[in-house]
Nanobody
Framework: QVQVVESGGGLVQAGGSLRLFCAASGRTFSSYAMGWFRQAPGKERESVATINWTGSRTSYADSVKGRFTISRDNAKNTVYLQMNSLKPEDTAVYYC?????????WGQGTQVTVSS
């Protein structure tokens, strides 16, 4: 099973940028598609971006398309999420996980807060 530790969140002003990191453990990491997900207060968790196992294919939620970029380095067992032009509505706890995510495992997430 792939386990993850997310980091890189913080407080940023609208229009700013952040880069999130997902350190994954497990020898099978490079076999899995990975995704970034987020959950805002009072809302359900949603998929933000996904990347296939080689990194050659990515997909994005419409709300972040053109602003966020997902990438991975299989040699480092790491997935990244570059977030530019951040908006207050991007405020949420961000999680990474395999895609599709299992029902019974999520990391602790990293908080992203965008002030207006």
């Amino acid at each position: 099973q792939v386990q993850v530790v997310e980091s890189g969140g913080g407080l940023v002003q609208a229009g700013g940028s952040l880069r999130l990191f997902c350190a994954a453990s497990g020898r099978t990491f490079s076999s899995y598609a990975m995704g970034w997900f987020r959950q805002a207060p009072g809302k359900e968790r949603e998929s933000v971006a996904t990347i296939n196992w080689t990194g050659s294919r990515t997909s994005y939620a419409d709300s972040v398309k053109g602003r966020f970029t997902i990438s991975r380095d299989n040699a480092k067992n790491t997935v990244y999420l570059q977030m530019n032009s951040l908006k207050p509505e991007d405020t949420a706890v961000y999680y990474c996980n395999i895609d599709p995510p299992p029902r019974d495992y999520w990391g602790q997430g990293t908080q992203v807060t965008v002030s207006s």
